[in-house]
């Protein structure tokens, strides 16, 4: 099973990065075949339907043909405000809007179409992010994936790692590789 795995920061020191590291590692265990994807190393710009106009930059592409790639997903989302970040916003709108005059990617849900999704969520917060988690919920629906039932915030995560970046508590190990299971299992029965 090929499973891409991404966090909503960009930042060096990002709980959610270390969390899906951490998932990643875990589904590696599980004999998945992993690509972790830092957003960081795309160049793209805030959406704009001129920019678009214009010419879709070559790392959306990359980035479309990245998510198609995959039936599975694995996505850890930091929570700003009550919801998930402006990068993963941004991420997901570049990502499903159609290329006009582009074969392969004029309709806008194919990188989203039956993907098995779990979602994650770390902050230094008691809730761990579980506002973002309810939010990207209903926007990851909305582009017809399948997200997973069971979901993971994880909460004072800045005190969850050791130095390698492992999870100090086996619950909250169990936890994330709970999420991770469920994912494999449904997107074996439902990939095409």
């Not at 006009?100 to 902050?123: C, E, I, M, Q, Y």
């Amino acid at each position: 099973m090929q499973v891409l795995i991404f966090a909503g920061s960009t930042s060096l020191e990002s709980l959610n990065r270390k969390l899906a590291s951490h998932a990643a590692a875990i589904a590696r265990a599980a004999g998945a075949s992993v690509t972790q994807l830092e957003l960081a190393g795309l160049n793209i710009p805030m959406y704009n339907a001129d920019l678009e106009a214009q010419a879709t930059p070559a790392d959306v592409i990359e980035l479309k043909q990245l998510m198609f790639s995959h039936p599975a997903w694995l996505v850890c989302s930091p929570e700003y405000n009550g919801s998930f970040t402006a990068l993963l916003k941004n991420t997901i709108d570049w990502a499903s809007s159609p290329i006009k005059n582009n074969p392969d990617w004029a309709r806008g849900s194919k990188p989203f179409d039956g993907k098995v999704v779990g979602l994650l969520s770390a902050s230094p917060g008691l809730r761990g992010g579980q506002n973002s988690l309810l939010h990207l919920s209903a926007v990851l629906r909305n582009l017809q994936c399948w997200v997973a039932p069971k979901q993971y915030a994880l909460g004072h995560a800045n005190q969850a790692f050791d130095a390698q970046g492992h999870l100090k508590d086996p619950l909250a190990h169990k936890s994330v590789a709970g999420v991770v299971e469920q994912v494999l299992w449904a997107a074996a029965r439902l990939a095409p």
